[in-house]
């Protein structure tokens, strides 16, 4: 009985889902499903009755009261006809609006969800991602949603208030026991739509990271990018082989359950529903020589057959309830998830104090690893971070350098030790007012299909309206020439599908990412961090952006990040990285005088530099 259980707490899932619809819509819904229901029941009579009147019809003529009440019977019959033809679609209308309203609750609160966490940690974890993407797939495409399955289940009401009559029809007027078969047979039929769609779902549900390996694949099929790399080194080939793995991992294991849920099982419930019906129409041709009334056969002849069609599959209402309620499944973990990375503290957390320069940030004993990953990233990691200086953290790739980053940024936060500034744990304030002191550009920053102005001002958002602001920025980093070549200067779309937009080369969108952290500094972030800020300029843009930039922020607490040490050299202070820790500090002078690991890694460039220099 576990699964009478399952079954009824699902479709109470659903029910409780109504509320988003609206009481008066889901009644007016309900009424019209009702009324559906009786419909075809009540046309099955009518013309079964008018069958029968026919031969007395006929023979009495057309003035006679026998004619008068065929023609009542055939009235009543194309009353019910006609009222299921003008019902359908206000049904229909009614149905999707409900389902909008559902689906606009749901996915208001997905995306709510999806942005309350305030670090990023749920968003990198796979198990979360495939949530995500089941839930909002099926809220975005509206067919199989959460929303469709409230009318989905409302719609039941026709089918089985239609199945109640045509079993009461066949009881009355012929048995109750082949009524009571003939309910049997139908439910089977159902139990197998349903439990092989049910199968069939929890499959396709379970192989979410085969079907991104698929839109993955797909993607680079009609993606321009890549596509120039497919064309040059000949990767067609390559492509098709991919995209046949990945259709086959998909749809491989989605074909066999299919099988298994619908082949044998549909085999016993045909012969049920057969033998059944055998039986029925037997009895009936059996009673016909006691003196069986036309009316009476037709009658049970057609609400038999009326109620075998009622063991099909539900377009309305099958695929939206079953796959519905997994869509739903997948957004309540989802937010489940990210509500358990909301920590209880930051909400009842002293206000942070105003954000003004500390004397000191320093990693105490930080230890980090990312979710799911063996290999610490941070291990016991001590590092002061002097205020009011250009600090520039170096190391080989993985060495932490962008992992310390996000740490201070507190989109990750560490597995122990502390940053502190000025002695205080950080987590002790509020996420917004600890960032609200950083300016920060990371290696992939976001390239946001919006204004220039917007691009710059989203480094601090109280300040959008300063265009002014934007614009000192935008020609601080080198913009200027090219906002004045723009018609729309700096509300020109950085999207050439947008209307005025236009397309950025990769070292004029670094120029507009090192805008938004100078914007923020100007308004009240004391902190800036540059994670490979020069990595699309060229030599002689670099030495000069670092130029410009170090009057720009002088004062500022700045903490860089570059692999080309001719940035590097002019820090106050570089820290070099290694196996989770602090391997050497000082200034450039100090740490080539060391004769470590940064003159060896500094040599090394500088002798790459010098020969590719006299090779031109």
Partial sequence: MNWIARRAAERWEIAKLTRHAGVGLVCALAAVYLVLGVLPVAFVVATSV????????????????????????????????VGQQLLAPVAALLRELAARRVDGVLFRRLMEASLRSPGIS?????????????????????????GQAVPGLLSLLARYVALAGYAAVVGFAFSWPAAAGLVTAVLLFRYGQRGGLRKYVKVRFASAGASRRLDYVRGLAVDSAAGKEIRVFGLAGWLREQLADAYSGLLVPVRAARRKAYLWPFVWFTLWGVTVAVAIFAGLGASAA????LTTFVLVVQA??????????????????????????????????????????????????????????????VSFRYPGQDRAILSHLNLTIPVGRCTALVGVNGAGKTTIV???????????????????????????????RLGIIFQD???????????????????????????????????????????????TPLARHLTGGVDLSGGQWQRVALARALFALRHGAP????????ASLDVRAEAQFFDEFAGLTQGATTLLISHRFSSVRRADHIVVLADGGVLEQGSHEELMAL??????????????????????
């Fill in 50 to 81: 008018m069958l029968g009147k026919v031969p007395q019809a006929v023979e009495a003529g057309l003035d006679s009261p026998e004619w008068t009440s065929l023609v009542r019977a055939f009235l009543v019959g194309a009353a019910a006809f």
């Fill in 122 to 146: 749920p968003l990198e974890d796979q198990d979360t991602l495939d949530d995500l993407r089941n839930a909002a797939r099926e809220l975005e495409f509206g067919f199989q949603s959460p």
């Fill in 290 to 293: 006691d003196g069986v009334t």
């Fill in 304 to 365: 038999v057959l009326g109620a075998l069609r009622l063991s099909e599959y539900y377009a309305e209402a099958d695929t939206q309830t079953c796959v519905g309620m997994y869509g739903y499944r997948a957004f309540q973990q989802f937010v489940a998830r990210i509500d358990a990375t909301v920590p209880d503290a930051d909400a009842t957390a002293d206000p942070a104090p105003a954000p003004e320069p500390v004397s000191e940030i320093r990693f105490s004993d």
């Fill in 406 to 436: 996000k740490l201070l940024a507190r989109l990750y936060e560490p597995d122990s030790g502390a940053i502190l500034a000025d002695g205080v744990d950080i987590r002790t304030y509020s996420v917004d007012q600890w960032r609200a």
């Fill in 445 to 491: 920053f976001a390239r946001f299909e919006a204004s220039i102005a917007d691009n710059i001002t989203f480094g601090a958002v109280a300040a959008r309206d300063d265009h002014d602001g934007a614009r000192g920025a935008a020609e601080a980093v080198g913009l200027g020439d090219l906002l004045a070549q723009l018609p729309l200067g700096l509300d």
């Fill in 527 to 534: 902190v800036v961090v540059l994670d490979e800020p020069t």
């Fill in 595 to 616: 004769g470590g690991r940064y003159r060896e890694l500094f040599t090394l460039q500088a002798d790459r530099f010098v020969d590719a220099e006299v090779d031109a």
